[in-house]
């Protein structure tokens, strides 16, 4: 326990000290930097916490990652416009919730038939679609900050979802789920977990579209600049809107991972992962004030958080152990992000 | 003030150099100036005039070279060193804090305090005195207004009034404007004239910078001259000629700045407004442009002119009235359906709406016609949009041809612009709404702006040309409105135009209303 902050400190600066400064400058703005950190963080911690480097925890990281992921890669279409989508969270446990009512065996509008899966993974993209919109709406055509909209929209569905249950289930959450569903959290594809493909999928879907299409291009412009992007002829409401829908669909996705892990659909399934989620997407290096990320750096991001956890988990740190150091690596990398920025300023 | 006084310098400056990143941007410059006189300070873009008054103004450190500042050695480290010396900035954007009020900005720095209970250092913020000392600077640069006023709610040319008298406060002796008559109206213009003659009376020392000459000329007694970093002259303003000042500026003679141009313009109506209207912004405006024609737009700012160009382009809502463009009618129209009907339009605000300043050129270059580039599947090619951009970069002779590596903000005015009217190009244009293309732009870069709209005619593409600049329209129009107050108030046909009656027509209606319509009840004119 008495080792754990010193060693941690260790994985930052040693890169500085071993090569040059110029090589230490190349490294902080390489796209793979948050990468390099996981390998030098998994290296650092490996003597520590031998378990690191094995098959089980590598799976565990895997499968903890994958929600994490869906959400973090929507939540960066969002920070890329200079917006913040909060309401992730209220719209996993929405979907979980919703979606699990419709195909609970116990009383389910569409239990027992063999529509009930495929009804439900609807049913939960729907909400994820709907409650998307809303923000959207309210932040385009209302004009109100994402924060706030986000926030309202995140408190009153999390509300929302609790009340919901009650309709459907004597306890806190509805269970019996049909095992097609409950399959899919732990089937495999060719010995992948199928959430890593799904996820994957995602991933390249979502880099295609913000590196290499019109969309994304907008995504961009807007993000930096919705003045000049509006006078570029580029529709700026549009573009904001359809950002908060990729992050309330991402979000649904995620329930689906979630309550299938869980095979039952609680209405506070994914209450603490905001942080994580936002947290992880500015680690990777997007930039809250808009108009700069990456998918892969949310990816880097997202691994780099989950192994911070898992190996801190390991190492039996207590919760609140853990939240003291994540909170500390957050404000590294928004440190890291200064630094980053000064030194593409001087050159 | 003895003649003694009056007649030694009150600002020497020895052999500055400065170089950033081992470029030398200052080359041994050296001008002095006296109590109580203006010195104009003129160049191109890059020339050193920035860096120079940076150093001045404790913002840079010379690598070389000496200051004196009333005889004795005057070396600022820092902005606050320079303003405790009596050297003032008025920058070209203003410094004020919108949200709070005159005499708090006056005094946002050193706030004079009260004590109430003694042997406790004074805690609290002295309003009366703050008022008193805020009421009298006022006076003395005529502005009538409130001290509790909110700067938010002051015009332009007053904010600049404002920062006069925040310089008066600190007991400036020498005060630097850097382009201060950028973003005034002409009667603005003239007051601040005016009381940059009452501050030279006092013994103020003026450092004069601006791209308008003309007013250079008439403000200042002694004009210097810097190029690439180098002094290239120093002369007494009534020497000097405009053709004189911008030969000294480029280095070569220029005998024409605005270029022939090669085809007259042809017969077909480009753009037509029928009656357009908005409330408080436009009456009933109905004019065309035929293709291949220049039409300019004279007007004072808040006229309406920049307004006009919004509506036409979708950016602004109009009640009423009619645009078609090539007799197509254009209903509701959105930047994206304006730019479908062949529109483009460069707005004044180059930094705020025409780039992404942090962005590459060539990601600017292609923003308004990346559909274009979008190959099977919608995907864009990187490398074809290097590729278009490089070309675009030449064919605008944009100073680098790294497009994809160069951000805009990186860019000179004038290359900035140049990558603005490059973006609208590759669209081909029908129609081309250019507003104050060349603001802030040095005087080769505008040559460059005027042989690509000539360029652009000859393809058969309609300009409406808005300038502040009444030379600029005089050089470049075919025929010239004037705007005043939302409406059209005259239409002057080719040469030879005559100034006197487009000014006229220009600030027809608008007189004192504009002048002064939200504070000063009574202004007596000294």
């Not at chain 2, 070279?65 to 004795?72: A, I, K, Y």
């Not at chain 2, 640069?141 to 002051?154: E, M, N, R």
């Not at chain 2, 460069?346 to 600017?364: C, H, I, K, Q, Y």
Request: proline share 5%; glycine share 10%.
């Amino acid at each position: 326990m008495t080792a754990l902050p010193p060693t941690t400190a260790e994985t930052l600066p040693p890169s500085a000290a071993r090569g040059p400064l110029a090589r230490f400058g190349r490294l902080l703005l390489s796209e793979y930097f948050v990468l390099v950190l996981c390998v030098l963080y998994v290296a650092a911690i490996y003597p520590v916490v031998p378990e690191m480097l094995t098959w089980q925890v590598a799976q565990n990281v895997l499968t903890d990652m994958m929600p994490l992921l869906v959400v973090a890669i929507g939540q960066t279409f969002v920070l890329i416009v200079a917006g913040i989508d909060l309401s992730v969270t209220a719209i996993i446990s929405m979907s979980a919730v919703v979606g699990a009512s419709v195909m609970t065996g116990t009383g389910g509008y569409l239990g027992g038939s063999a529509l009930a899966v495929p009804g439900a993974l609807i049913a939960m993209g729907a909400v994820g679609l709907g409650i998307g919109l809303l923000n959207g709406f309210a932040v385009v055509t209302l004009n109100m900050p994402s924060f706030i909209v986000t926030l309202a929209t995140r408190m009153f569905f999390a509300g929302a979802a609790v009340w919901y249950v009650t309709f459907h289930s004597t306890s806190s959450s509805i269970a019996n789920l049909p095992p097609g569903f409950t399959g899919f959290a732990t089937g495999s594809l060719f010995g992948v977990p199928l959430t890593v493909v799904v996820a994957a999928l995602i991933a390249v879907l979502a880099h295609v579209l913000l590196s290499r299409t019109e969309f994304g291009r907008w995504v961009y412009a807007v993000g930096a600049n919705p003045r000049a992007a509006r006078v570029s002829g580029i529709p700026v409401e549009r573009t904001i809107l359809s950002t908060f829908v990729i992050s309330g669909v991402c979000a649904s996705v995620a329930a689906a991972m979630y309550s299938s892990r869980m095979q039952t659909g609680s209405p506070i399934l994914g209450e603490n992962i905001l942080l994580d989620v936002i947290g992880a997407v500015v680690i990777g290096g997007t930039s809250l004030f808009g108009g700069k990320g990456k998918i892969v750096w949310t990816v880097f991001g997202v691994l780099f958080l989950v192994l911070l956890d898992t190996s801190l988990k390991l190492l039996g740190a207590s919760l609140f152990l853990i939240y003291i150091i994540k909170g500390g690596v957050i404000l590294l990398a928004a440190l890291v992000d200064a630094l980053r920025n000064r030194i593409l300023v001087s050159r | 003030m003895s003649d003694a006084a009056a007649s030694a310098p009150l600002l020497e400056v020895r052999g500055l150099r400065k170089s950033f990143f081992g470029v030398t941007v200052l080359h041994d410059v050296d001008f002095a100036m006296r109590a109580g006189e203006a010195l104009g300070l003129v160049g191109e873009n890059g020339s050193g005039k920035s860096t120079s008054m940076n150093i001045l103004g404790g913002v840079h450190r010379p690598d070389a070279g000496t200051m004196l500042l009333e005889g004795r050695a005057y070396a600022p480290q820092t902005p606050k060193d320079a303003s405790r010396a009596g050297v003032a900035f008025i920058h070209q954007e203003l410094n004020l804090f919108p949200n709070l009020s005159v005499e708090e900005n006056l005094f946002v720095d050193a706030f004079p305090r009260r004590g109430v209970f003694p042997f406790i250092a004074p805690l609290f913020i002295d309003r009366r005195a703050i008022r008193r000392a805020t009421e009298a600077v006022l006076r003395e640069v005529d502005l009538a207004i409130k001290p509790s006023t909110p700067v938010a709610k002051l015009s332009q040319g007053e904010r600049q009034l404002v920062e006069i008298a925040k310089a008066l406060s600190r007991q400036a002796k020498l005060i630097i404007f850097d382009e201060p008559t950028t973003s005034l109206t002409r009667p603005e213009v003239e007051r601040l004239f005016s009381i940059i003659a009452r501050l030279k009376r006092r013994g103020i020392g003026i450092i004069y910078i601006s791209h308008t000459l003309e007013d250079v000329l008439r403000v200042c007694e002694t004009v210097t001259v810097l190029r690439d970093g180098h002094h290239a002259g120093t002369a007494p303003a009534e020497t000097l000629s405009l053709q004189k000042i911008i030969s000294l500026m480029v280095g070569r003679s220029i005998d024409q700045i605005f270029p022939a141009r090669g085809k007259p313009p042809g017969a077909k109506p480009a753009l037509e407004v029928e009656g357009l209207t908005q409330r408080g912004v436009a009456e009933n405006i109905s004019f065309s442009i035929r293709e291949g024609e220049i039409v300019g737009l004279a007007g004072l700012m808040g006229s309406g002119r920049s307004e006009l160009a919004r509506m036409i382009f979708g950016l602004d809502p109009f009640a009423r009235g009619e645009i078609r463009v090539s007799g197509v009618p254009l209903t509701n129209p959105t930047p994206a359906s304006a730019m479908e009907a062949g529109l483009a339009f460069l707005t004044e605000d180059r930094r705020g709406e025409g780039l992404l300043m942090d962005f590459s050129v060539a990601e600017n270059t292609v923003l308004a016609s990346l559909r274009s580039l979008a190959g099977t599947l919608g995907f864009i090619d990187t490398r074809k949009v290097n590729e278009v951009s490089r070309e675009t970069a030449r064919a605008m002779r944009l100073s680098t041809d790294r497009v994809e590596d160069t951000s805009a903000k990186h860019l000179s005015g004038g290359n900035q612009q140049k990558v603005v009217i490059g973006k609208w190009l590759r669209r081909q244009p029908k129609v081309f709404i250019l507003d104050e293309p060349t603001r802030g732009i040095d005087v080769g870069a505008k040559q460059e702006v005027y042989r690509i709209v000539n360029a652009l005619t000859e393809r058969g593409s309609a300009v409406l040309l808005i300038s502040s600049e009444i030379e600029e329209l005089i050089g470049l129009s075919d025929r010239i409105l004037a705007i005043s107050k939302g409406e059209i108030t005259g239409e002057f046909a080719r040469k030879p135009f005559d100034r006197e009656a487009i000014m006229a027509a220009a600030t027809r209606l608008a007189g004192h209303e504009s002048f002064s319509a939200k504070a000063a009840p009574e202004r007596v004119s000294a």
